[in-house]
């Protein structure tokens, strides 16, 4: 069965920078594309953004461009997250998913002081 495990997050000063790793497992990952969703307490999970089966073609929402780089490994069936100059509306609960039905435990980011 599809299997996600994500990692990486944890407390960063505003401006910081955090390197989030998805682990992903049961699916031919190479075939799917690749989103990182981000949940904040109290609001809907939205989409951060999402990278095509090869690699070749990411996008982001507006809110994160230009600060988060999205990429993937498809020999190690892996998808990371980049994230600078982070910002205290970025923290949240972050999901990844290929098909956005499956979904793993999430990573915490909280940015504060």
């Known amino acids: 069965q599809v299997q996600l495990v994500e990692s990486g997050g944890g407390l960063v000063q505003p401006g910081g920078s955090l390197r989030l790793s998805c682990a992903a497992s049961g699916f031919t990952f190479s075939s799917y594309a690749m989103y990182w969703y981000r949940q904040a307490p109290g609001k809907e999970r939205e989409l951060v953004a999402v990278?095509?089966?090869?690699?070749?073609?990411?996008n982001y929402a507006d809110s994160v461009k230009g600060r988060f780089t999205i990429s993937r490994d498809n020999a190690k069936n892996m998808v990371y997250l980049q994230m600078n100059s982070l910002k205290p509306e970025d923290t949240a609960v972050y999901y990844c998913?290929?098909?956005?039905?499956?979904w793993g435990q999430g990573t915490q980011v909280t940015v504060s002081s």
């Open positions: 990278i095509s089966s090869g690699g070749s073609i990411p």
């Open positions: 998913s290929a098909n956005r039905a499956d």
